[in-house]
């Protein structure tokens, strides 16, 4: 089956950081941008950020612009997302997907089911005290 494995959640609490991993099973994503959404209870899901297909471009919701950083090593075919200052808003569950293109922009309400094909299972990620 062709996804993304994620890893790295857990509880945090606030103030804390993690760092999560994503990389794709059965497939490779040095080609194409990748993106980080989450999902809360109770909510839709939101795109979080992405990353262009050689790293080199960047783009975040507001909601985590300065304290997430998105990064990917193509070496190890490996996506990140750095998390910092975590708030309890930020817990979710977390996806990373393949875009369907080179370069990519996080859209506020989009969801990513037109632009972005391949998914992962997700991992959570609780911010508690």
């Known amino acids: 089956q062709l996804q993304f494995v994620e890893s790295g959640g857990g509880l945090v609490q606030p103030g804390g950081s993690l760092r999560l991993s994503c990389a794709p099973s059965g497939f490779t994503v040095d080609r194409y941008a990748v993106g980080w959404f989450r999902q809360a209870p109770g909510k839709e899901r939101e795109a979080v950020s992405c990353?262009?297909?050689?790293?080199?471009?960047?783009s975040y919701a507001e909601s985590v612009q300065g304290r997430f950083t998105i990064s990917r090593d193509n070496a190890k075919n490996t996506v990140y997302l750095q998390m910092s200052s975590l708030k309890p808003d930020d817990t979710a569950v977390y996806y990373c997907?393949?875009?369907?293109?080179?370069?990519?922009?996080?859209?506020?309400?989009?969801?990513?089911?037109?632009?972005?094909?391949?998914w992962g299972q997700g991992t959570q990620v609780t911010v508690s005290s």
């Open positions: 990353v262009s297909d050689s790293g080199g471009s960047r």
């Open positions: 997907a393949r875009y369907m293109g080179r370069r990519c922009t996080v859209v506020a309400g989009a969801v990513g089911d037109d632009e972005y094909d391949y």
